[in-house]
C-alpha cells in the first residue's frame, strides 16, 4: 500500500506510513484472504491518492517545485481538505454458489517446485538441487 500511494502522490515512501485495519478506523474492513486484500486496497489506495492529487493539483499549476511538506502546508492554510476515503471491489465476478458457475477470482497464481537430492549412501554426503517457478498473471485486470 505505501508503494501505491507512493506512486500516486509522487511521495518517497519512507514519508507514508500505514495503521492496521480494524472497525474503529475503516468501517467496512474486508477479511484478508489470497491477495483479494491487496487488490482491493490496493485500488482504495490509488483512487484517493487521485483524489488528493487532484485536490493539490491547484498548488502544483501554480507552484510545481514545492517540496511535499510545503505543499501540504499551502493546502492547509487554503483549507483545501486532505482527507481521502474510497473504495474498491473486483470487476466481472460473477460467481453463483448454488450452481457453483461463474467467474470467482480475476486472476490466478500458478507454481510449480522441483527438488532433487543426491545422496552419497556410504559417506552421508548430499546434493540439493531445486528450481522454482511461478506464473502471475496480471492482477489488474483494466490494464
Not at 54 to 65: G, H, V
Not at 76 to 84: E, F, T, W
Not at 88 to 100: E, G, K, L
Not at 101 to 120: A, F, L, T
Request: net charge positive; hydrophobic share 35%; glycine share 4%.
Amino acid at each position: 500500500m505505501i508503494q501505491i500511494a507512493s506512486k500516486e502522490l509522487d511521495v518517497p515512501m519512507h514519508k507514508i506510513h500505514t495503521l492496521e485495519t480494524c472497525s474503529t478506523t475503516v468501517p467496512n474492513a474486508a477479511p484478508t484472504a489470497a491477495s483479494v486484500t491487496s487488490d482491493h486496497i490496493g485500488f482504495a489506495v490509488k483512487k484517493a491518492c487521485e483524489d488528493l492529487r487532484k485536490r493539490l493539483s491547484a498548488i502544483d499549476e501554480t507552484e510545481p517545485f514545492l517540496s511535499w511538506e510545503d505543499k501540504i502546508k499551502k493546502a492547509h492554510l487554503q483549507r483545501i481538505s486532505l482527507s481521502a476515503a474510497a473504495f474498491s471491489q473486483s470487476p466481472r465476478i460473477t460467481w453463483d454458489p448454488v450452481t457453483r458457475m461463474g467467474r470467482k477470482y480475476n486472476y490466478y497464481c500458478y507454481g510449480v517446485c522441483g527438488s532433487e537430492v543426491e545422496v552419497d549412501l556410504l559417506s552421508g554426503d548430499h546434493i540439493v538441487r531445486q528450481n522454482i517457478i511461478k506464473k502471475f498473471k496480471n492482477s489488474d485486470p483494466r490494464s
